[in-house]
C-alpha cells in the first residue's frame, strides 16, 4: 500500500479552502434574485459563523481520526440530520436553547478529537447527529424572506458537506506523529472557542 504523502493531503485541503473562501465573496459580489439568489445564501451561510465552522470542521477531524466506515458515516449523518433540523426551523417549529447547542457541539466535538476518542460508531454517529439538529435549526430560520426554501437547504447543506471535507482533509495528518499532536491541539482550540460561545449565549 502506498502510504499517503503530506502534499497529497495538503492538495485537497487547499482547493477546499480555496472554494470556501470564494463563495461567500462571490454571494455578496452579485445581486441576484430568484433561485440563484435563494442557492447562494444558503451555500454562504454555514461559513458566515465561525461557531458553525469550527463545529462542520471538527466532524470531518474526528471522522478522519476514527478511519472507514466512521470517516464517510459521520460527514453523511450530520447533513441529513441537519436537514431535518433546517426542516423545522424553516417551518416556524421552535427548538430550545439552539445557540447553546450549537456552542455545546463546538466543545463536545472539539472534546472528542482532542482526546482521540473512539467510542461506538453508533454512539458516535448519534452524538454528530443530535447536535446537526441545533446547526440546521439556526440555519432554517434565517431564510431571507422571498427566497426558495428547497434551494436554500441544498446550499447550506452542500456548504456543510464541503466544511466536512475540509476537515477530513486536515484529519490525514494524523497518519504521522506530528499530525496526530496538531488534530488534538486543534481539537482543543475548537472546545475552547466552544466554551466562549456558550458564555456569550447564556450571559
Known sequence: MTELRP???????????????????????????????SFLTGLGHPVSGL?????MIAVGLWGAQLGPPALWVLPIAFPMMMA??????????PLPGVEVGIAASAIL???????????????????VGFFAIFHGHAHG?????????LLYSLGFVMAT?????????IGGFHRWP???RLLRAMGSGVALAGGVFLWSAVA
Do not use: F
Open 109 to 127: 466535538l472539539g472534546a472528542m478529537v482532542a482526546a482521540q476518542a473512539r467510542p461506538p460508531l453508533a454512539l458516535a454517529a448519534v452524538l
Open 161 to 169: 458537506g464541503l466544511l466536512h471535507a475540509l476537515g477530513i482533509a
Open 141 to 149: 430560520t434565517e431564510l431571507p424572506a422571498g427566497q426558495s426554501a
Open 178 to 180: 506530528w499530525g496526530q
Open 7 to 37: 502534499r497529497a493531503v495538503l492538495r485537497p485541503c487547499a482547493l477546499a479552502l480555496l472554494a470556501l473562501s470564494a463563495w461567500p465573496a462571490a454571494a455578496h459580489a452579485h445581486v441576484l434574485t430568484g433561485e440563484a439568489a
Open 84 to 93: 431535518v433540523g433546517g426542516m423545522l426551523g424553516l417551518v416556524g417549529v
Open 51 to 55: 461557531d458553525h465552522v469550527l463545529a
